[in-house]
């Protein structure tokens, strides 16, 4: 059974080892550390095999990074996690590699909309959809 709870110190190396499988730059370790009451994991018993960085910015929450381990994906973890974060009072924000179409794809489905591109965005020069989700729309 998933449970999504407040990620904790002790669960930091599995973020970790997490995003290092499913992305090209990953995060250091020293970013969870110091953003660690920004973040939600998803457990399967006592494995972390998914989390959800979230910081208000404003008047608008920012995802700020989501994974699901691969061997979990297909699952409905990630949405799971959108889930959990989203709500109707508030306008949340998110970059999203424009390679990305099945994220892209998810967040949509959430009422994400692309309102622009950031050019290079990412280390290896590759740009991000800028999305956005505005209650009631």
């Known amino acids: 059974m998933i449970v999504i709870t407040p ?8 973020v970790v080892e997490i995003e290092k499988l499913c992305f090209k730059f990953p995060k250091p370790e020293a970013i969870f550390r110091e953003d ?3 973040y939600l994991v998803a457990r399967d018993d006592d494995q972390i095999v998914g989390y959800i960085g979230i910081e208000k910015v404003l008047d608008e929450e920012h995802i700020i990074n989501m994974a699901v381990h691969p061997d979990y994906r297909g699952k409905g973890i990630g949405r ?4 959990h974060v989203l709500n ?12 990305n179409e099945t994220a892209k794809d998810i967040y949509e489905k959430y009422g ?4 622009s591109i950031r050019k290079a965005y990412y280390p290896d020069g590759e740009d ?3 999305m956005r989700r505005i209650p009631g729309e």
Do not use: W
């Not at 990620?7 to 599995?14: G, S, W």
């Open 80 to 83: 799971r996690l959108i889930q």
């Open 36 to 38: 660690e009451h920004k």
């Open 88 to 99: 109707d009072e508030e306008v949340f924000f998110l970059e999203v590699r424009t390679s």
């Open 7 to 14: 990620m904790k110190d002790k669960d930091i190396a599995a």
């Open 128 to 130: 991000a959809y800028v």
């Open 112 to 115: 994400f909309k692309v309102i």
